[in-house]
């Protein structure tokens, strides 16, 4: 049986076994402008189209409700349109890893062909409620349709070829569109179709795994199990400990353990076999609860020893005594919750076997050669004979660094001879990557009469999950950061990281500081309060200043001038909207930039000139929305002095380039050293055509904790931010956010104006309504977008950006690096508010979930 309608003006049939029309479009038509986020609860907004003239969400809509009818897609769109709309939102700066920007230029559409030039911000802003933007904050995607919708013509922006340039992101024109595919988007002849078996428990041992009837199902091709694994059977990015998939015999540690993966001709015949495999646990009690881990003499993982995955410490002078003699101490225990990273692209990967045994896969992930290791572990065969091509993802924030179904799609790919794709559904991918730590913080702080801090004492304690990840990482950065943008002269700090059954956390925006750093944020306040000064004034009074002793015992650099600057970039708002009667509160941070803690940093960069002038630029990091290539293209065309249209930027993974994750905000600093050492090899070598130029970054001057200094320099660079929360005092409603970022160097100040919106956007929500909480099984009680509460359009408050440049030494061109900081001072912003509204001290987060305000107080 088939269904019709017209697509794009062309009938067309399709087989009616679809279960809905985003289905239809892509999987039987090819058709992949729209996305698929979250089918098919449509509650992502990726995959609206138009049907007879109105948006629709296509997952939502049934084939049968579409017959005879108009479907439209951005494909189908006047090409005069199609440049036009796409001008409007390359201009604006409105998007960024670009996955759901197609859905909502759709939806754009039909609001301005109703509205016109009536449209106002206040309906945009309502119907857009209909779309998840993860990247932006939605105010630039707001500025576009209110552009679109004057009917004016469209201004065209350009790339830059400087350095400081506002020109447009790479391949803004393209991702708006949808024609830059991502993973999901790739179709091969012949390929196959693999689903994953998630386990039942989040801790049990697995008795039997009976795949008969899915076998036996149509469209079945094969069923594979941890048995069928020719190598490795665990994996990790530092430690091996995470296992592709739990055996017979073996015992499951989390909600995300993978029992089987089963292959088929499509994608509906491989999930619907999935749920035929039967599984015979013997089910065991998870731990759920940290102090409880830390207490029991039973291993809460399968086959490690000992709950305690990491701990890292440090003390600093003699805190006992400083907190005695204090004028003032505060005493304080502050938590902050677990958070799904919610990227909009699923992970997806295409795994492509040639001939001569090697493998080709296609990956979204955040470091490929970290993947090409691991797969060649898990098969058992040279790490040269797998290449893993990077395809620019639909978001990450932290959340696609660990190997996930790229080994099960390599390994299905390998076993069965033919090209396999496996696409998580979105369920599975919140079951299954790591999320952001939940981590208690008790903290101790004290200061003098005037106000100086004098002491820091914490201890922290983070819910790791099952398996390592990079835990240990983000529990070492949450201790170095546990003293803030602050100077302090005493300080004892100890954080443990402990294994749960809880979702594996790891890598997320932020990475350990701002779980700290609400902390010190609510505990300096509570000083002010008690000193009787103001949050600014105190922050003014002990922030650091180049040659002070900060965190761990670095003595910062001269590009710690930048926080100061911050400060007082913010302090006329600040004061204004105090003396308007606004509720306010302020918030500092600083947040590392690099790995640092003693690891070698190194990227490499090609330079390549071609006969037909072209330029490529080759690098080795992930684009995933922050621009990265960007970056690349304009250090190139400003240190080359050439035309950046003639420029053409790709990861390059058929030689080694290898820089380790996209990660800790070091894209933009190590791309641009890497790509400008590039350009002055070819520079003096005369820009040679068909040579390849290599560049290369080192970041080699930082210790470990570990080495035992007085003075480790911890980081090799740091980025600082002050922001300001304003709210109406009667209402509690949010009005305005003013965030000043020393960003080092703006290498695009429109990309990194779009880093900070969208950073608040994403603060905010970890401030006031986000949360992934677990039952008692260790199961995560939310299963659908929506349920996370991410900040809607409608809810979300202006955001002033003001960038201040203080060069970063030893740093190409004085880069620092933003996208992580964004949100890092957000939360202790928006506490300070509330308590100016009801004199409530917050501790908890989400606090309107928590500790909601009370109004009238």
């Known amino acids: 049986m088939t269904a019709s309608f017209e697509l794009n003006g062309a009938v067309v049939e399709v087989s009616d076994h679809h279960p809905h029309l985003l289905s239809a479009l892509r999987d039987g038509l090819g058709v992949t402008s729209p996305k698929d986020g979250c089918s098919p609860s449509g509650q992502c907004g990726a995959c609206t189209v138009l049907v007879d ?122 991702l708006s569109l949808g024609d830059r595919g991502f993973v999901d988007d790739i179709a091969i002849d012949g390929m196959l179709h693999a689903a994953l078996r998630l386990t039942d428990h989040a801790r049990a ?31 990790g990015i530092i430690h091996k400990d995470w296992p592709v998939m ?13 029992i089987a993966i089963v292959v088929a001709n499509d994608v509906l015949a491989a999930r619907a076999a999935v749920e035929l495999i039967d599984v015979t646990y013997e089910v065991h009690t998870p731990f759920t609860d940290t102090d409880a881990a830390l207490a029991s003499d039973q291993d809460a993982v399968w086959g490690l020893e000992g709950n305690i995955l990491s701990t890292s410490q440090y003390a600093r002078g003699d805190v006992d005594r400083a907190l005695r003699e204090a004028a003032h101490v505060v005493h304080e225990v502050f938590s902050t919750q677990r958070v799904e990273h919610a990227f909009l692209e699923p992970e997806s990967t295409v795994a492509v076997p040639n001939e001569d045994g090697s493998l080709y896969v296609y990956s979204g992930g955040q470091g490929v050669w970290d993947d090409r290791d691991q797969i060649a572990a898990i098969l058992d065969v040279d ?84 398996y390592a990840s990079v835990g240990m990482k983000v529990l070492e950065r949450a201790a170095g950061h546990i003293c803030g943008p602050y100077t302090v002269e005493n300080v004892d700090v100890k954080a443990v990281a402990v294994r749960t059954n809880n979702p594996v956390c790891g890598a997320f925006r932020g990475f350990g ?27 003014e009074k002990n922030v650091a200043r180049p040659g002070s002793v900060w965190g761990p015992g670095q003595i910062m ?126 520079l003096a070598d005369g820009c040679k055509v068909d040579v390849d130029y290599h560049g290369k970054y080192t970041v080699d001057w930082t210790n470990s904790i570990e080495e035992g200094l007085e003075h480790p320099t911890i980081h090799a660079a740091f980025g600082y931010a002050c922001q300001v929360v304003i709210a109406d005092p009667e209402t509690g409603k949010i009005e305005k956010v003013v965030a000043a970022h020393d960003v080092g160097r703006a290498i695009n100040p429109v990309l990194t104006r779009g880093q900070v919106e969208g950073s608040v956007h994403m603060g905010l929500g970890y401030a006031l309504s986000e949360e992934f909480p677990t039952d008692e099984y260790a ?64 501790t908890r987060l989400p606090m309107n979930v928590h500790e909601p305000l009370e109004l009238g107080r």
């Open 53 to 174: 003239g109105g948006a629709k969400a296509s997952c939502l809509v049934s084939l049968e409700k579409v017959e005879g009818k108009k479907v439209t897609t951005l494909e189908g769109f006047d090409e005069t349109e199609r440049a036009r709309y796409a001008d409007a939102f390359a201009a604006t700066g409105a998007l960024q890893c670009g996955f759901c920007t197609p859905g909502i230029i759709v939806r754009s559409k039909a609001l301005i062909d109703q509205k016109g030039a009536d449209l106002d911000r206040a309906t945009i802003k309502g119907r857009l409620g209909a779309h998840l933007c993860r990247c932006t904050g939605y105010t630039r995607i707001i500025e576009a349709v209110e552009l679109l919708a004057t009917g004016d013509a469209i201004p065209v922006l350009e790339r830059s070829g400087k350095i400081g340039g506002d020109g447009v992101k790479y391949e803004a024109r393209e």
């Open 205 to 235: 041992d697995v008795v039997k795994i009976d795949a008969s009837a899915a076998l036996a199902a149509d469209g079945v091709v094969d069923v594979f199990t941890a048995a069928d694994i020719p190598g490795d059977l665990r994996v």
């Open 246 to 258: 739990i055996p017979e015999g073996g015992r499951t540690s989390y909600a995300g353990d993978v």
């Open 383 to 466: 790490p040269a004979t797998v290449t893993v091509e990077l395809v620019s993802n639909g978001g990450a924030f932290g959340g696609k660094e660990d190997l996930l179904n790229q080994g099960h799609t390599a390994l299905a790919a390998h076993l069965t001879g033919k090209p396999v794709k496996c696409t998580l559904t979105r369920p599975q991918s919140f079951l299954m990557h790591p999320k952001r730590h939940p981590i208690r913080t008790e903290i101790w702080m004290a200061c003098d009469a005037e106000g100086r801090v004098t002491a820091v004492r914490a201890r922290i304690v983070g819910d790791s999950g099952p």
């Open 513 to 539: 500081a701002n779980q700290a750093q609400f902390a010190t944020e609510g505990a300096i306040d509570r000083l002010a309060e008690k000193v009787g000064i103001s949050g600014w004034e105190i922050r």
């Open 557 to 682: 650099d001269e590009g710690a001038a930048g926080i100061l600057e911050c400060l007082e970039a913010v302090r006329p708002h600040y004061d204004e909207a105090i003396a308007r009667g606004r509720a306010v509160g302020i918030g500092a941070a600083i947040k590392n930039s690099g790995l640092g803690n003693g690891f070698k940093e190194v990227a490499k960069a090609v330079i390549r000139f071609h006969d037909d002038g072209a330029v490529e630029v080759r690098h080795a990091w992930t684009e995933m929305g922050q621009g990265v290539h960007t970056v690349a293209l304009q250090v190139a065309a400003d240190v080359l002095d050439i035309d950046p249209d003639t420029i053409r930027v790709l990861v390059d993974t058929s030689r080694d380039l290898s820089a380790g994750q996209t990660t800790g905000s070091r894209g933009t600093l190590m791309a641009a050293g890497s790509v400008e050492d590039a350009c002055k090899a070819a």
């Open 779 to 842: 199961v995560p009680t939310k299963t659908t977008l929506r349920q996370l509460d991410i900040i809607r359009p409608k809810d979300m408050p202006d955001v002033e950006v003001i960038l201040v440049e203080v060069p970063q030494p030893r740093s190409p061109f004085g880069i620092k690096g933003v996208g992580e900081i964004g949100l890092v001072p957000t939360a202790g912003a928006v506490a300070g508010a509330y308590h100016a509204i009801d004199g409530k001290w917050r």
